[in-house]
């Protein structure tokens, strides 16, 4: 036997030409059989009831350990409704094709565009260069230029387009392979903090990620009327900001760094960041069309009255003509001279080499965890859900708030961000709808709280971590993203329960 092989025996073991640890072999054949366990429940409801809490169950397993590519778990809803009594293939896999997903995609592609022009790694070298060389002020710099950036853009598509940035400039000062980085405490506090400030501000808008999308969509659907950008993301500035606190403080003050500055000098990002020239045509382009795009869904209030009432213009639409827009328009320049791909003649502006920056694996969690969603609904486990929640909106604000706060919080680093939302979403609205409790707060409060999803590297935004470690993992992430995860806990437990409590006006009503 070679060295290779010798090698391929050590790291797992193979069956159908696939190679995975045994870990990894029990993990996937362990999730369908918790669905067929769920199926078999001593608890009371239907066969297609358990199906559909085994669905959400087999999803999160396949998820949290991530034993098989993310985007594979897509297959979930379809195989486990295949035999459930009353469920039709057809209306099944329609649950796969939301119409909220242009609001992800559009913003998505045009960040993708960003890198391919050159432009993350402009903005993120100018940042550098003020910055220095100190590790921790490093880590904190890309933690808020993540956060920031991830406002408006869906944190997958952050985490993507920075990890490469990030481990450029790691590779400057010594950390050139993975092992480097795993074996460094400060490599991998930057690194870290670019897959925590990914998935922090992924709640801002419902441009920020899927369990955004899910809250704003769930929110449309439970209220009657389309909720304007606006209104949803004035509603999140406050509790966003006061979330980032603890974890500045953490990754400023006390997650440990075996040195206090890197190697080089501010003097290296600035030399990088003149190499790129002034800002291209190309660079320019995107900008403008991306705040554009932005601008038009929250300025909807101002120029939606001059339309006729009968035409269904929504930001999805809106980001999906822009999209379109972006793919016919040719480049007018060549863009900055270091990005990914070598450019190419009558190039457009959102060409294929756009496009192949998009985490096409990453991106179907989404889709997945909406039709999970709409799942629960359809085989009617949402009301087995609802049972298991109980009415915690009938206690006191505080303990309520601190149990839903708790259990938000765990199932999305179970679970993910996107799923957990896509679980918890319908099943909330339902519930407090018909208890004729107002859901307002309660869905805004889930959304923001399962944003909290910084522990496993199957999260849209920690995805930056086996990005940067060539497909490895490391106990650093659930351990740092543990410590993150319950100081946002702890701030979104407090001002929600101060809000139930004091009955803040604002956050009762959009």
Request: aromatic residues 14%; positive net charge.
């Amino acid at each position: 036997m070679s060295e290779a092989d010798l090698n391929q025996d050590a790291r797992g073991v193979t069956f159908l030409k696939i190679t995975r640890t045994p870990f990894e072999w029990f993990a996937l054949f362990f999730g369908p059989i918790i669905y067929l366990l769920f199926l078999f429940l001593p608890y009371p409801g239907t066969v297609t009831q358990h199906g559909g809490l085994g669905i959400i169950a087999w999803s999160a397993w396949w998820w949290g350990t991530g034993c098989i590519p993310t985007g594979f778990v897509m297959a979930v809803p379809i195989l486990g409704t295949v035999f459930l009594p009353g469920m039709k293939f057809g209306p099944v896999l329609q649950t796969l094709l939301h119409p909220g997903i242009g609001m992800i995609l559009g913003p998505a592609l045009i960040v993708c565009m960003w890198s391919r022009w050159g432009f993350t790694r402009r903005l993120a070298l100018l940042c550098l260069s003020k910055v220095g060389t100190s590790v921790r002020a490093q880590a904190v710099t890309w933690l808020l230029f993540a956060t920031s950036i991830s406002f408006f853009v869906a944190n997958v598509v952050i985490a993507i387009a920075l990890t490469p940035i990030a481990l450029e400039v790691l590779r400057a000062v010594g950390f050139d392979s993975g092992k480097k980085l795993l074996k460094s405490k400060a490599a991998m506090l930057i690194i870290i903090a670019v897959g925590i400030g990914a998935s922090l501000g992924g709640f801002l808008t419902p441009m920020a990620g899927g369990q955004a999308v899910i809250t704003w969509s769930q929110l449309c659907k439970t209220l009657g009327f389309q909720v304007s950008m606006g209104a949803f993301a004035s509603r999140l500035v406050l509790p966003v900001l006061l979330s980032l606190i603890p974890v500045i403080l953490l990754f400023g003050f006390f997650f440990p760094t075996e040195i206090k500055r890197f190697e080089g000098s501010a003097e290296f990002y600035k030399s990088e960041l003149d190499k790129l020239g002034p800002l291209t045509k190309s660079e320019i382009w995107g900008i403008v069309i991306f705040f554009l795009a932005v601008a038009l869904p929250f300025l909807m209030p101002i120029w939606r009255p001059y339309l006729p009432a009968d035409i269904d213009i929504n930001p999805s639409l809106i980001f999906t003509c822009v999209t379109i827009i972006l793919a016919i328009l040719p480049a007018p320049d060549e863009g900055a001279p270091v990005k990914p791909f070598p450019y190419e003649p009558n190039e457009r502006l959102l060409g294929f080499n756009s496009i192949r920056i998009l985490p096409v694996q990453a991106f179907l969690i989404w889709p997945t965890a909406m039709s999970i969603s709409l799942l629960v609904n359809m085989t009617g486990a949402s009301d087995l859900m609802s049972n298991i929640l109980g009415n915690f909106w009938t206690l006191d604000p505080y303990v309520g708030t601190g149990y839903f706060a708790a259990f938000c919080g765990a199932l999305g680093n179970i679970a993910s961000d996107t799923g957990a939302a896509g679980m918890i979403a319908p099943v909330l609205a339902k519930a407090t709808s018909a208890a004729g409790v107002n859901p307002i707060p309660w869905l805004l409060m889930m959304g923001y709280t399962v944003n909290f999803s910084f522990m496993v590297p199957t999260a849209t935004g920690t995805m930056a971590l086996p990005i940067a470690l060539e497909g490895k993992a490391s106990w650093r992430l659930p351990v740092y993203g543990f410590f993150c995860a319950v100081g946002c806990c702890i701030v979104a437990w407090l001002f929600w329960g101060m809000v139930i409590s004091s009955k803040w006006s604002f956050y009762m009503s959009l």
